[in-house]
């Protein structure tokens, strides 16, 4: 995986060269420091909360995610009557396919919700660079794909849409980093890696699969840029807390019924501090 990044990086600073970002070297002593990979430069840079206690968080029992049929947050189709609904039904609004992709287009919001929003990065000490963000975006992508998978064929057609709503998402946000030469090599690249790393977690998930797998995954996927097979003292809370984050949404997942997913009716459970002890 890493000899992939390291490439990946080195072709984003020289294409990226004209946004003025150089890319920094990462310091086993002051992980946290992470160079900006492609970064949009108006793009705030977020701070480690000290308030939270990473040692705290991520060990209550696992529970479904789908949100409560009285929640604001649910997305229900409109329910037309009369000449709106028979027009619909003739421009196959209510047919299989539209309802998947509505669905996936609702599951695809769920993930970036959560990614996109500064309490990951400030949770886990993690900058908000390209590298980043796109191992989070994996990460939450592997955890909705292999719950659909688990319910057969109807699950994986779904999953399909929801991959070719991440893979435009990436595609946008990889011009939006400047990436405007060599965009179909970019993206051949970020789907090996996308690959690679399903493959990696779960193989990490397995029963046989040794204990601390899941975060030597997960370290060398978000957290390493230099290679280091092991994180060092100051990276291990973050690593660990993150790696317990990641097992639990894996078992809530498979908490959440089916409705709940296919509609993209439930919610990666909150970050931030004000959860710090009960998540």
């Known amino acids: 995986m890493l000899p992939r990044w390291s490439k990946a990086i080195s072709q984003f600073a020289r294409v990226n060269s004209e946004l003025g970002r150089h890319l920094c070297s990462f310091s086993c002593r002051d992980y946290s420091k992470v160079a900006a990979v492609a970064a949009d430069p108006t793009e705030k840079i977020f701070n480690v909360n000290t308030e939270v206690n990473l040692n705290k968080m991520f060990w209550t029992k696992p529970h479904s995610l789908a949100l409560a049929p009285d929640s604001p947050l649910r997305v229900e189709d409109p329910q037309y009557e009369g000449i709106k609904r028979f027009t619909l039904k003739l421009l196959r609004f209510y047919s299989k396919q539209s309802k998947s992709i509505r669905g996936a287009n609702v599951i695809y919001c769920r993930v970036i919700h959560q990614v996109d929003r500064p309490a990951i990065y400030d949770v886990f000490n993690l900058e908000k660079t390209f590298k980043t963000t ?101 990276a291990l809370l973050p690593l660990q807390a993150l790696s317990r984050y990641v097992r639990r949404e894996f078992n809530c997942m498979s908490l959440t019924d089916k409705e709940a997913i296919f509609s993209g009716n439930f919610m990666f459970t909150p970050l931030g501090s004000s959860k710090a002890g009960t998540v």
Not at 152 to 175: A, F, T
Not at 180 to 204: C, Q, R, S
Request: aromatic share 10%; charged share 25%; hydrophobic share 40%.
């Open 134 to 234: 796109f191992s989070l975006l994996v990460i939450h992508m592997w955890l909705c794909l292999r719950r659909l998978k688990q319910e057969g064929k109807e699950g994986v057609e779904l999953g399909q849409y929801l991959y070719e709503i991440y893979n435009h998402d990436v595609e946008l946000r990889v011009s939006k980093a400047g990436v405007n030469l060599l965009l179909t090599k970019w993206m051949k690249d970020l789907e090996k890696i996308f690959y690679g790393n399903i493959v990696a977690y779960d193989a990490a998930m397995l029963p046989e699969a040794k204990q601390d797998e899941l975060e030597n995954v997960i370290w060398r996927n978000v957290f390493s840029d230099d290679g280091t097979s092991t994180p060092d003292h100051a």
